[in-house]
């Protein structure tokens, strides 16, 4: 096999023509065997084969930088920088990462997992650079998706009066996971064609030549509206015009080609933007057909494309998507606002039947919340569904835009907790304390599939900011008999008895029902409380609590700084209260990717763990 003799990277560069020629088929092959088994970010890596061929070919690793946006299409480049046995574990815990790490490989130049990060810390990597009289290429890879977020226009116009080359590719395959939206993307799909425009141009030219008398007349009339013949001529105005060397159109899986472009752009003096067609899960017809189902996958038939996960239980995306349908139903001021996740966030449903009402704003979550505070502001009642570490882009605007005014949005927290596969970009561990500090905020979390159906009807009605979250994967159904109504700021006793009180926040019920269950086994008694609100926290269960138990221990999947337990500790000793506090929850860390339970397991706030400590503290 020809990936044989790559065994770390540029090795690529000692092929022949004839195996460069063999290896893309080689690499999809075993991009599909590797993660037909574990699951993976497929569709994307099977469309950079080539691309990232050629930037191996072209550039010097480790020597020059490759920073690839969200990084979730980086598993070529792994391949070709010698990683080929992390993908027996990819994704798992202890093993090799679904993204780019610097301290898995030299050949990572930035860690990613967010989008729309590539072209400013590119653009710092050039700065450096220069600064430091340093000589080696600076390269971004950014896909149309990514390019919907504020952040890369914003590097985009710092870049542009750069006097030293760094090198954009823009990885346009028309998708974000799922078909790309906006002006952005409109204007891509113009360039696509832009041979097309140019040869019609001429076309109509030469036509209008042949016109007698007025034909000539014509033409110059045309000409004087100098910009928009251009706009047709010359690909890439927009890029142009900013001061940023646009090279393409380029057929992103034709490997001499993209070569040719690269060399040409390191040559440039100057920001040169490569813009690289490809298509999403080329080579493999399940992906082509369907590149958003297998954005990112669980293990599935390589033959048939199923998945092979069977899906028995309604998730908790799966429940807040349907409760909100019916509440939309009966309320039409409910809007529905995703930043480029319907999918993961449950929105499809609500995006087929009220289109009016549904807004893909692309990735510009900032963006989504002050959009939804306008929303609000002129009388509707928006509901922003969003992966809870991506809704760390839109702090300042939750705070400055929407609480300060007391703007009645609906924040639906989803991925909240650990996420497992993706890791520490990804894992939803900061919100109950990002969240929390906001004044005029409502935070609550449900511990099953009922709960979160009842806070969302409750959020609805609510005169100001709530945000509800809810872990990634099945809702909990059972234990629907404990499913007392939901009123503002107060939590759930589930066993009153005396001594030990477990106070859970959302899922970790499951946890702490557990925890109880052992303690009982050991004789001790054991007080369960759903907390419910996370902002405001119940005072007065707590007050309550101190007076018939010796410590409140509470559990929360969020880290320590800032969650529910601190807020609990601070409260009973402001109030001093005769009661001692054990917080169980996510040390001050990033926590990698793995398994859920594993990492629960190494984070201590698994059952087994908590039982241990309460022992070990308490009794
Ligand atoms: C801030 C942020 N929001 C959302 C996501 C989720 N996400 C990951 S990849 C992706 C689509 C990216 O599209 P594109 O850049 O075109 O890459 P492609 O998958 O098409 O290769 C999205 C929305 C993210 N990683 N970061
Ligand atoms: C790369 C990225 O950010 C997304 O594709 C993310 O991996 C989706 O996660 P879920 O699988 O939880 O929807
Ligand atoms: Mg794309």
Redo the contacts with the bound molecule.
Sequence with gaps: MVLDKIQKENDIKKLSEEELEILPGEIRKFLLEKVSVTGG?L??NL??VELTMAMHLVFDLPKDKLIW??G??SYTHKLLTGRREGFEDLRKFGGMSGFPKRKESPCDAFDT????TSISAGLGYVHARDIKGEDYHVVSV??????T?GMAYEALNNAASLKTNFIMIL?D?H???SE?VGGMSAYLARLRTADIYTGLKKGVTSALHTVPLVGDHMISQIRKTKSSIKQLVVPGMFFEDMGITYLGPIPGHNLSLLCRALREAARVDGPVLVHVMTQ?GKGYGPAEEQPDKF?GVGPFQVQTGEIKEEKKKDTYTDVFGKVLCDCAAKNDKIAAIT???AD?TGLKRFARRYPDRFFDVG?A?GHAVTFAAGLAAGGLKPVFAV?SS?LQ?GYDQIIHDVALQNLPVVFAVDRAGLVGSDGET?QGIFDLSYLGSIPNMTVLSPKHKWELADMLRFALCHDGPVAIRYPRGAALDQYQEYRAPVEYGKSEMIVREKGIALVSIGHMFEEAEEVRRRLKEKGYDCTLVNGRFVKPIDQEMIRELSKTHDWIVTLEENVETGGYGQQVQTFVCQENLPVRVLIIALPDAYIEHGNVSILRKEAGIDADSVVKKIERTIC
Excluded: L
Aim: negative net charge; charged residues 15%.
């Design positions: 970010h569709a994307s469309g950079v946006d969200v979730h299409q997992g967010h989008s729309s950014i896909g149309d998706g990514a390019m977020g990885n395959n998708m974000s996971i790309n999403k954005h930043a480029a996740m993961g990735i979550e992966y991506f882009r990804h």
